[in-house]
């Protein structure tokens, strides 16, 4: 029995701010994009993920979610730390350490 109301242990956060819960989110959010973009290996990936998540359940559905999220973010994670690139305190700018002189 298929069953896309299943709940991510985690919910996905999304770029645009939205958040994606279940696997019937997932899938409707991976349905919704452009050919040329779900036809892409990763987004294949977790179409397969999800649909394996919504017919067994158990572990298939965190592994539905790390498909899904690399689908969205790609490999790599997302930033951490400064993402905009702001500069540091003032005296970090200004003041030169010993070695540096």
């Given at each position: 029995?298929?069953?896309w109301s299943r709940r991510f242990e985690d919910p996905v956060p999304m770029p645009d701010g939205?958040?994606?819960r279940t696997i019937g989110?997932?899938?409707e959010y991976a349905t919704s994009l452009p050919r040329?973009?779900?036809n892409t290996e990763p987004w294949q990936h977790a179409a397969k993920e999800l649909h394996l998540a919504a017919e067994h359940g158990?572990?298939?559905v965190f592994i539905a979610r790390v498909a899904?999220?690399?689908a969205v973010y790609g490999d790599?994670?997302?930033p951490i730390g400064n993402p905009e690139g702001k500069k540091g305190h003032k005296w970090r700018t200004k003041r030169k350490l010993a070695r540096d002189r």
């Open positions: 029995m298929i069953s939205s958040t994606i989110e997932a899938a040329k973009i779900g158990g572990p298939f899904f999220y690399r790599t994670p997302p």
